[in-house]
């Protein structure tokens, strides 16, 4: 099982590139950061930009599969994007990964003074997103008229490093963005059910989850990521909670979890230690092939 770790926009660069290199250099799959405007309680806080971010650490490492946790349609528009996303794939070797979401509602939903769409049309506008995305990665001058985003001749120069293009990982817990997953996505990730307020229940949410992508008969090759830290309690609070967790993701068929880079205080706070001893746990080592 691979095993990420997000490390928030939130740090100096001179910070934050001794965290991304110690991700690498203590032998994680993949490190993340969060795409969004600001983020909740830390929203009054420093928060820098998603893609500077990720090209910084695509030059400050070389093996580990870097990726955005997760970019939504709540400020993002295909096209420019898709800029975005080539120029990270080309900076990194093919190392990109490119989580999307359909977008919560919150100061991403409301800062660029758009209307807050119901859930339904979220996930109506993040399928055109990942359609239209998809579009701009494989093929060239692409024409696209949807109820939520268009493209007029749009160029796909100089086209993706790592073919047929950037893995796009689609985040879901409904049915609707799971089918979505399972039909555009190379994979999949969750945060299990969003309204859990107890372990137990979480965990018996993610397995419904689960099922349900299993029923959908996925590939061997598709990835299923869940974010630990969305149960209840933070999951590196000590290395025994982590590889309680880890194993019965396993159990339940997911090929990666994630976690998130210790904080001094607040959301996320742990030591760095634990972190440390994670990695050295047995089947933590890198893959053979990049996920």
């Not at 996303?85 to 900076?91: E, I, K, Q, T």
């Not at 372990?199 to 349900?212: I, K, N, P, Q």
């Not at 982590?242 to 194993?247: A, H, L, P, V």
Request: net charge negative; glycine share 10%.
């Amino acid at each position: 099982m691979r095993v990420g770790v997000v490390i928030l926009p939130e740090y100096t660069w001179p910070q934050a590139r001794a965290r991304w290199r110690a991700v690498e250099e203590l032998g994680f799959d993949h490190a993340w950061t969060y795409d969004h405007m600001a983020w909740r309680t830390l929203a009054g806080g420093p928060w820098l930009g998603t893609a500077a971010t990720l090209a910084a650490a695509a030059t400050s490492t070389s093996r580990i599969g870097l990726g955005t946790f997760v970019t939504s349609p709540n400020f993002r528009h295909p096209v420019p994007w898709s800029r975005e996303v080539m120029a990270l794939d080309d900076m990194s070797g093919g190392r990109f990964l490119c989580g999307v979401g359909a977008g919560a509602v919150d100061v991403d939903a409301t800062m660029l003074g758009r209307p807050v769409l119901p859930p339904r049309e979220r996930v109506d506008r993040l399928a055109e997103f990942v359609e239209l995305l998809d579009l701009l990665l494989t093929e060239d001058h692409v024409d696209y008229a949807g109820t939520y985003f268009t493209a007029k001749d749009a160029r796909t120069a100089p086209g993706c490093v790592r073919e047929p293009r950037v893995p796009l990982i689609v985040a879901g817990s409904g049915p609707r963005t799971l089918r979505l997953a399972r039909r555009l996505g190379d994979g999949w990730v969750t945060i299990g059910p969003a309204n859990a307020t107890d372990e137990r229940t979480w965990w018996s949410g993610v397995g419904e989850l689960a099922a349900r992508m299993e029923e959908l008969q996925p590939p061997t090759a598709f990835q299923r990521h869940l974010s630990l830290d969305s149960c209840p309690g933070y999951s590196l609070s000590s290395v025994t909670r982590f590889e309680e967790m880890r194993g019965r993701a396993h159990e339940l068929g997911f090929t990666d979890v994630i976690v998130h880079y210790p904080r001094s205080e607040g959301v996320y706070a742990g030591r760095e230690q634990v972190l440390e001893s994670v990695a050295r746990l047995p089947d933590g080592s890198p893959p053979v092939t990049p996920p």
